[in-house]
């Protein structure tokens, strides 16, 4: 069945016809190895009676008689296609997720369950004012002020478990400046449900809050004016 023939089809037929020439030459240094009494694990390639290549690991070992001369071998297949093609497409995924992370231009990082950093990009560092061995393995607490710490903590710890949290805080750089940022918080889950890491991205949005409360002092400061004015006002069509 992993090659797409019967048990009919295969018998009396060398192993050879079953492989394409590169592997045949493959299986050649395999042999003699074989009839030297070595036995082996590796990786081999067949060809399924549609044409396509089946990815195999190959667990080999020789007959001997009592004399020593080889009489063949028994040989183990294991289908590891799909296997490789699962790890192609992890590793697909990983770069994908890499070439996000590392080179997205918001600030991004991410924790374990314990809340220590595991991981950072360059604009988080630059964001913050520390060096990539300043913070990894360091409790994501140090970002937030003393003050503003117990703020929403258990909130966002809650969300994030459970899917996500988003929202306004107030942090502080290394050097001590409070600045503002919009974070959004997501979780990773291992195949169990068990989370075991969380994922930060954090925009700076300083320069807007500032802009939003100069407009907000504005308007109250227009406010006070209008209800302090001592003159009547109205209003005509004239």
Not at 68 to 77: K, Q, S
Not at 107 to 135: A, H, Q, W
Not at 200 to 215: C, F, P, R, S, Y
Request: with cysteine.
């Amino acid at each position: 069945n992993m090659l797409g023939y019967s048990v009919n089809e295969m018998l009396g037929k060398h192993l050879f016809n079953f492989m394409d020439k590169k592997a045949v030459k493959l299986a050649i240094c395999k042999l003699e190895q074989r009839k030297k009494g070595a036995r082996e694990v590796y990786e081999f390639e067949f060809l399924h009676k549609s044409g396509k290549k089946v990815q195999t690991l190959i667990s080999t070992s020789p007959i001997m008689d009592p004399n020593g001369n080889y009489n063949g071998a028994i040989a183990t297949l294991l289908n590891i296609s799909e296997l490789l093609r699962v790890e192609d497409l992890m590793m697909s995924s990983e770069m994908k997720f890499q070439k996000i992370f590392y080179h997205t231009p918001i600030g991004t990082c991410i924790i374990n369950p314990k809340g220590k950093l595991l991981e950072v990009n360059d604009v988080f560092l630059k964001m913050y004012g520390y060096s990539r061995e300043e913070v990894i393995g360091k409790t994501i607490g140090f970002t937030r002020p003393s003050s503003e710490y117990d703020k929403n903590q258990d909130e966002i710890h809650r969300k994030t478990s459970q899917g996500g949290w988003s929202g306004e805080l107030i942090n502080a750089r290394k050097d001590g400046t409070k600045f503002y940022i919009y974070l959004t918080t997501s979780v990773v889950r291992d195949n169990a449900g068990i989370p075991i890491a969380y994922i930060g991205v954090a925009k700076d949005i300083t320069k807007q809050k500032i802009t939003e409360n100069k407009l907000q002092e504005n308007e109250e400061r227009l406010r006070s004016l209008y209800d302090n004015l001592s003159i009547g006002l109205y209003r005509s069509s004239v």
